[in-house]
């Protein structure tokens, strides 16, 4: 059951499923919630409470808010821009995140804000993505979109539709953030590589990364994701919010030392760090790696990188 929208193109918090009911019980307490028009998302709203084994919940949600991302987010005329949003909504989903509304705070009342909460499938770092997205700057791109596209397709390169992405470029934003229950939500700066996809796409790629963020750090430009996970990993595996063994997350460790002391000086897109990389990301395929109780790498001259 989808609401309709409000004149500012969102649904009202007070709107949500469920929460109709539990204001009307509250509010006007001698009246029944089947006498609302909301009364089987009421009725929902009040078995999630207390039928803890009911299944429906994670559901209903999921489909609520892909129907509120695919209404906000989309724009008529930006065909690229709305696949990239449906990718949006089937990346998430798979992520086993979940989606509500953000704080706009200073932001202009047209601009709609979401929060994309997922944890690392290993590491179980809570993970943050705050988006925003402004539809006047979608609508003013769509007018002359069809022209774009043309002269883009007979130039020999993307410049045409790429100058206009970076003209465009707070189209969609996004920020992220892992949780630190020490402290807050600390920043991690993620910056997308240019302009050569389409908003929508960079946030679609970091959800990949960070959902598979162990491995994601193996890669040689991941220096940011690397610093951050020395100590997010930690405190995150300290918490109990992840199931790896202390020995599989120490040789995580000792590899992106590994990179980062390799990296230094030298080309990132050198053969031979690749090759290190891709030999990390072999050794960490599989799953019960490591079958002894070491902790670190160490290299050797006759045998190359190995556990000590």
């Given amino acids: 059951m989808t609401k309709e929208l409000d004149d500012t193109g969102t649904v009202a918090h007070g709107e949500l499923p469920g929460v109709q009911g539990w204001e009307l019980r509250f509010s006007e307490p001698g009246k029944s919630i089947f006498d609302s028009d909301y009364s089987e998302t009421c009725f929902e709203g ?5 039928d ?8 209903r949600f ?13 724009c008529a005329g930006l065909s690229c821009h709305n696949r990239s949003v449906d990718l949006l909504n089937q990346v998430w989903v798979d992520a086993d995140a979940v989606v509500w509304p953000g704080e706009k705070k200073w932001r202009k009342e047209r601009i709609h804000c979401y929060e994309i909460h997922f944890s690392g499938k290993q590491s179980g770092i809570s993970y943050k993505i705050d988006l925003t997205y402004d539809p006047k700057a979608a609508n003013i791109l769509a007018r002359r979109f069809e022209e774009i596209e043309k002269a883009d397709l007979d130039s020999s390169d993307d410049s045409v539709i790429l100058g206009f992405l970076e003209t465009f ?14 402290d807050t939500w ?10 050569s996809s389409w908003p929508g796409d960079n946030v ?14 193996l890669h040689p430009s991941m220096d940011t994701l690397r610093r951050s996970i020395r100590n997010s990993m930690r405190i995150a ?13 120490h040789n995580y460790l ?5 990179i980062d002391n390799f990296r230094r000086g030298r080309n990132t897109d050198s053969p031979e760090m690749h090759r290190m990389c891709r030999k990390f990301m072999e050794i960490f395929s599989d799953p019960e790696f490591p079958h002894t109780n070491k902790l670190r790498f160490v290299e050797t001259t006759d045998e190359g990188v190995v556990l000590v």
């Avoid at 470029?169 to 949780?179: A, H, Q």
Wanted: proline fraction near 4%.
């Fill in 169 to 182: 470029k707070d189209l969609i934003t996004f920020t992220v953030s892992w949780y630190n229950p020490i």
């Fill in 204 to 217: 679609v790629s970091v959800i990949f990364s960070l959902r598979d963020d162990l491995n994601s750090a």
């Fill in 186 to 195: 600390d920043h991690i700066c993620i910056d997308p590589a240019g302009f």
């Fill in 62 to 74: 999921t489909q609520y808010w892909k129907d509120i991302l695919d209404s906000n987010l989309k």
């Fill in 52 to 59: 803890p084994d009911w299944g429906g919940k994670e559901l």
């Fill in 254 to 258: 000792s590899a992106y030392d590994h």
């Fill in 46 to 50: 009040f078995r999630e409470m207390f």
């Fill in 237 to 249: 595996w300290a918490e109990g919010e992840s199931n790896i063994s202390i020995y599989r997350m």
